[in-house]
């Protein structure tokens, strides 16, 4: 049985998604941007800053679950462009100072309402 994931904490989904779900022990979270919780806006248009709004949102989420970033397997990392590979590197890093999760970092087209970066992952609860 599957447990849907709502919190305010994180931004309020834009479509017909859950938060996350949690099903056999596993969280699994939906992408991420950069949207503030309270205002449904952009926090920045710097990339450093959304990637800090988008780990902060995915924090919220795995609490909400009942767990956090140590227990994250698997992100999955979505960039309007590969040329913020670096910055959004140092920003995800600081969450994952020890045995950091597989990833897959990948440059799109576009991502939601525009933003430079989209995470996602699944972790254990």
């Given at each position: 049985m599957k447990q849907i994931?709502?919190?305010?904490d994180a931004p309020a989904a834009i479509g017909p998604y859950a938060q996350a779900v949690v099903c056999n022990g596993m969280v699994?979270?939906?992408?991420?941007i950069p949207l503030d919780?309270?205002?449904?806006q952009f926090v920045s248009d710097e990339v450093g800053e959304q990637t800090m709004q988008v780990m902060k949102n995915l924090r919220a989420v795995l609490n909400a679950a009942g767990t956090d970033f140590p227990n994250v397997v698997k992100c999955s990392i979505f960039l309007s462009s590969m040329d913020d590979f670096a910055s959004v590197n140092?920003?995800?890093?600081?969450?994952?100072?020890?045995n950091p999760p597989a990833r897959e970092t990948v440059a799109v087209r576009t991502l939601p309402k525009n933003?430079?970066?989209?995470?996602s992952c699944i972790a254990f609860v």
């Open positions: 994931i709502q919190t305010p699994y979270c939906s992408g991420q919780p309270q205002t449904m140092e920003v995800y890093g600081t969450f994952f100072p020890e933003a430079k970066v989209e995470i």
